[in-house]
């Protein structure tokens, strides 16, 4: 029996806030943050992406967020590129529509996590998916809420999955 093809499974970190969140968090939330995090899932030679747009591709590092500030190593995958897709667009009719995102509860890390687990069965680092529970945790986070619930986010670059002809 031949042995599976297996695909590297990439997942890369962006901080939104570029070195802000390092400095300002100790001042305004009361706690060291490292950064504000958006995060993809490399596999199959694409960057897959959530956003307030849904979900998206583009090549690795094609958004205007450029070049990632770090790269983790998930894992490999037997899932072929086809199954992915298909399984892409199950996402994007259900858990990550584009109208299901919240920047506190279905975000990019949500998208990242699942789509890690589904590939690998291994979940992305816990800094990432606690990010939002931290900024929560503090009496500016909660006052600051209301002001960011609203807030969508969609880095630009890339091709909106599952909708035809990419419509929004």
């Known amino acids: 029996m031949e042995p599976p093809n297996l695909y590297p499974v990439k997942l890369y970190v962006y901080d939104l806030s570029k070195g802000l969140a390092r400095r300002l968090s100790p ?9 504000i995090w ?17 979900i998206s591709s583009c090549p690795p590092g094609g958004t205007l967020l450029g070049p990632p500030d770090s790269v983790v190593d998930v894992g490999s995958t037997e899932v072929t590129e086809e199954l992915f897709q298909e399984y892409l667009s199950s996402l994007g009719e259900s858990l990550f529509r584009r109208e299901a995102y919240n920047i506190f509860e279905n975000n990019c890390n949500t998208f990242t996590n699942e789509v890690a687990q589904f590939l690998t069965g291994r979940k ?15 009496p500016f986070g909660q006052a600051l809420r209301p002001f960011l619930d609203p807030i969508q986010i969609q880095p630009h670059g890339g091709s909106p999955i599952g909708r035809p002809n990419g419509q929004s």
């Open 124 to 138: 992305i680092p816990s800094y990432i998916t606690d990010l939002p529970s931290e900024i929560l945790s503090t």
């Open 27 to 35: 001042i305004m939330l009361g706690k060291q943050l490292e950064g």
């Open 38 to 54: 958006h995060t993809s899932i490399v596999v199959h030679k694409d960057e897959f992406y959530f956003g307030s747009g849904g």
